[in-house]
C-alpha cells in the first residue's frame, strides 16, 4: 500500500503548461500509474471535495483509465454529494467505482482518532474486501486489455 498525504506532499496548483515538469512529478507519477485501486480520502467541504483531492484528480487523469476508485468522505451529513463528484470524476477518467462509498461523521464514528462505532467497522470491513476482490479483478482484466489487440476502451491506452 503506498499513501500518499496531501499535507505533507503537496502537488502545485495544476496547470497543464507546467504541471508535468515540477520537481518531484515524476516520480510522484511512477506512484500513481503502480496503483491498481485508488482510495480517494477527502473531507465533505460544502458539499464538494478538498481542492488537494481535486488537484490531485487534475494532475493523474490519465494515469487511472481502467482503474478502480472507492470512496471515504469524512462528512457531518451522509457525503453523497461528494461521493457523487468522485464518480463522475472517475467517469470522465474512465475509470471504474465501487457502487458505494463510506462515510462518516467525526463525531459520531471516530474518537481520538480510532474508528468508535461498530457501524463504520462494519462498513469498512465491507469496503476492504470489496476493494481487494474487485480491485485484483479490474487490474487483471485492465492488464489483458493492455496487452491484447481486442478492442474495447482500453485499447487507446496501449503503448
Known sequence: MDALD???EPLPLYNPDTAYGAPGFDALQTRVERADVYVLGTPD???SISSAMKNFLDHFWQEFAGKLFATIVASHEKGLTVTDQL??????CYAWTLPYGVAFSEKEDVKNGQVASDALKQRLDLFVRDVRIYGTLLAR???ADLAGTEPGFMAKHRK
Not at 464518480?87 to 470522465?92: D, L, M, Q
Request: proline share 0%; glycine share 6%.
Open 6 to 8: 496531501f499535507e505533507t
Open 141 to 143: 482484466q485492465r492488464r
Open 87 to 92: 464518480r463522475t470524476v472517475a467517469r470522465h
Open 45 to 47: 467541504y460544502h458539499g
